[in-house]
């Protein structure tokens, strides 16, 4: 079972749409408003993940094959 990053589930969702903005589409796959949300500042992966009831491994694994690499951690390396 894939274990998720720490770094991805806390990121918050303005830096993830900042740093992949072709992720919106993934949230607009789950029928998600997280990318058009005026409180999207205040959510992280993690808590966009819980408010939908989605499974964590599924959707973290999702948004790391369409991020194609351009995802960064906390400390501006590449995520794997």
């Known amino acids: ?3 998720p990053q720490p770094s991805l589930t806390t990121m918050p969702l303005t830096d993830l749409f900042q740093q992949c903005p072709q992720l919106a589409e993934v949230f607009q796959r789950h029928q998600m408003v997280c990318a058009g949300c005026p409180v999207v500042a205040f959510c992280t992966v993690a ?13 973290l694994a999702e948004l790391q094959r369409v991020a194609g690499g351009c995802l960064c951690n906390s400390q501006g390396t590449q995520s794997t």
């Open 47 to 59: 808590d966009a993940i819980a408010a939908y009831d989605l499974s964590p491994e599924s959707f």
């Open 1 to 3: 079972m894939m274990q």
